[in-house]
């Protein structure tokens, strides 16, 4: 189903499209390719809205953090704005401290994309395009871009990423749902148990730049090989943790970038039952524990988020890959295809 769900102030209108497929609902808005609500049941079969988010495109276009968006044309930091590449170097928007975050300020999280629906034997879902012009927020190259978001007869949630360049370039694209799997509004999500398939991760500067080799989790609070409550370890004195007010930092995945999704993490909430399990080609996640959620914002519950309150878990390339030669490249020249796939399964 389509609806209109608002304008932006230019008067282009903004729609929702309603998906339900295998018991899981999904309502994504044409602004951003943002995940307006996502609902599963828990294990009472009572459904809830597990991701945060408004009511209004206003509330999205003025001051939200990425709530549900799609993220371009780089996920998370690229260390002062700049890289070089093929001996050319390019300034991004800088949006974040001296860095550029998720693409710059005007990333594809602002931009309203063209969404067709579709109906494959039992699975339904949209497809989301766009064309972001060369030199679009300092990246080089017309990037064509391909979206699909599927809900598949078992009520998996699929995105399938797709781009190409007509100059080299790099790419880098997630999704930013922010989950709470007792309900958006409902607390804090630091209950929540998770697990991350990960013996390594990428320790940062005070500005969230990875600062090189990657370093072990054994021994410290960035240890999630066993399930263990999000709250049990994230007051630790830690510098890391210190840097980030929780965790802010990218997993480097034990399977690393593979061709079909491989299991990444797992998030369990213990009152409701509701689990997310997240499967990746991606050799990166990037689990953020909802530290800059400072109650200034209230999602459609009519609840206002606070620290901690939802958790987000992209899956990505490494942050600042671009300045980082020895991390999995994230270069995507002409010719080539980028393709990303993370698969969200629900249970209870
Ligand atoms: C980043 C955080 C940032 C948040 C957006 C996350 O992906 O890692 O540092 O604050 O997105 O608000």
Same mark, same amino acid.
């Given at each position: 189903?389509?609806?209109?769900?608002?304008?932006?102030?230019?008067?282009? @209108?903004?729609?929702?499209? *309603?998906?339900?497929?295998?018991?899981?609902?999904?309502?994504?808005?044409?602004?951003?390719?943002?995940?307006?609500?996502?609902?599963?049941?828990?294990?009472?079969?009572?459904?809830?809205?597990?991701?945060?988010?408004?009511?209004?495109?206003?509330?999205?276009?003025?001051? *939200?953090?990425?709530?549900?968006?799609?993220?371009?044309?780089?996920?998370? /930091?690229?260390?002062?704005?700049?890289?070089?590449?093929?001996?050319?170097?390019?300034?991004?928007?800088?949006?974040?401290?001296?860095?550029?975050?998720?693409?710059?300020?005007?990333?594809?999280?602002?931009?309203?994309?063209?969404?067709?629906?579709?109906?494959?034997?039992?699975?339904?879902?949209?497809?989301?395009?766009?064309?972001?012009?060369?030199? @679009?927020?300092?990246?080089?190259? +017309?990037?064509?871009?391909?979206?699909?978001?599927?809900?598949?007869?078992?009520?998996?949630?699929?995105?399938?990423? @797709?781009?190409? +360049?007509?100059?080299?370039?790099? =790419?880098?694209?997630?999704?930013? =749902?922010?989950?709470?799997?007792?309900?958006?509004?409902?607390?804090?999500?630091?209950?929540?148990?998770?697990?991350?398939?990960?013996?390594?991760?990428?320790?940062?500067?005070?500005?969230?730049?990875?600062?090189? @080799?990657?370093?072990?989790?054994?021994?410290?609070?960035?240890?999630?090989? /066993?399930?263990?409550?999000?709250?049990?370890?994230?007051?630790?004195?830690?510098?890391?943790?210190?840097?980030?007010?929780?965790?802010?930092?990218?997993?480097?995945?034990?399977?690393?970038?593979?061709?079909?999704?491989?299991?990444?993490?797992?998030?369990?909430?213990?009152?409701?039952? /509701?689990?997310?399990?997240? *499967?990746?080609?991606?050799?990166?996640?990037?689990?953020? *524990?909802?530290?800059?959620?400072?109650?200034?914002?209230?999602?459609?519950?009519?609840?206002?988020?606070?620290?901690?309150?939802?958790?987000?878990?992209?899956?990505?390339?490494?942050?600042?890959?671009?300045?980082?030669?020895?991390?999995?490249?994230?270069?995507?020249?002409?010719?080539?295809?980028?393709?990303?796939?993370?698969?969200?399964?629900?249970?209870?």
């Amino acid at each position: 189903m389509k609806e209109v769900f608002g304008k932006l102030a230019d008067g282009t @209108e903004i729609h929702r499209w *309603s998906l339900e497929n295998g018991g899981t609902r999904l309502r994504v808005l044409s602004y951003g390719g943002i995940v307006q609500s996502l609902e599963v049941p828990d294990r009472e079969g009572r459904y809830a809205n597990v991701s945060l988010g408004f009511d209004s495109v206003e509330e999205y276009v003025a001051d *939200s953090p990425y709530f549900g968006a799609l993220i371009g044309r780089y996920g998370n /930091r690229v260390g002062g704005g700049r890289f070089t590449l093929d001996d050319t170097a390019y300034e991004l928007d800088v949006n974040d401290g001296g860095n550029s975050l998720h693409g710059g300020a005007g990333g594809f999280d602002k931009a309203v994309w063209d969404v067709e629906p579709f109906v494959q034997d039992s699975n339904v879902g949209l497809r989301l395009t766009r064309t972001s012009p060369d030199g @679009e927020m300092g990246y080089p190259g +017309t990037l064509r871009t391909t979206v699909t978001y599927t809900l598949t007869e078992d009520g998996d949630w699929r995105i399938d990423y @797709e781009a190409t +360049t007509d100059r080299p370039t790099v =790419v880098n694209l997630t999704n930013h =749902v922010y989950w709470n799997l007792a309900g958006e509004g409902s607390g804090s999500a630091h209950d929540h148990e998770l697990e991350i398939a990960a013996s390594r991760y990428t320790p940062v500067d005070a500005g969230l730049i990875p600062t090189g @080799e990657p370093a072990e989790v054994a021994g410290t609070p960035f240890d999630f090989r /066993r399930a263990k409550p999000i709250g049990a370890d994230v007051r630790t004195r830690d510098q890391q943790l210190l840097y980030a007010k929780g965790f802010d930092h990218n997993w480097v995945l034990d399977k690393g970038r593979t061709d079909l999704p491989e299991r990444a993490a797992t998030l369990r909430d213990p009152s409701s039952g /509701r689990t997310l399990t997240i *499967s990746t080609t991606e050799p990166g996640l990037q689990f953020y *524990s909802g530290n800059f959620l400072d109650g200034t914002l209230a999602g459609p519950s009519g609840r206002i988020y606070r620290q901690g309150d939802a958790v987000c878990l992209e899956t990505q390339h490494f942050p600042d890959s671009p300045n980082k030669p020895s991390y999995p490249s994230t270069v995507l020249r002409p010719g080539q295809t980028y393709r990303s796939t993370t698969v969200h399964s629900f249970g209870a």
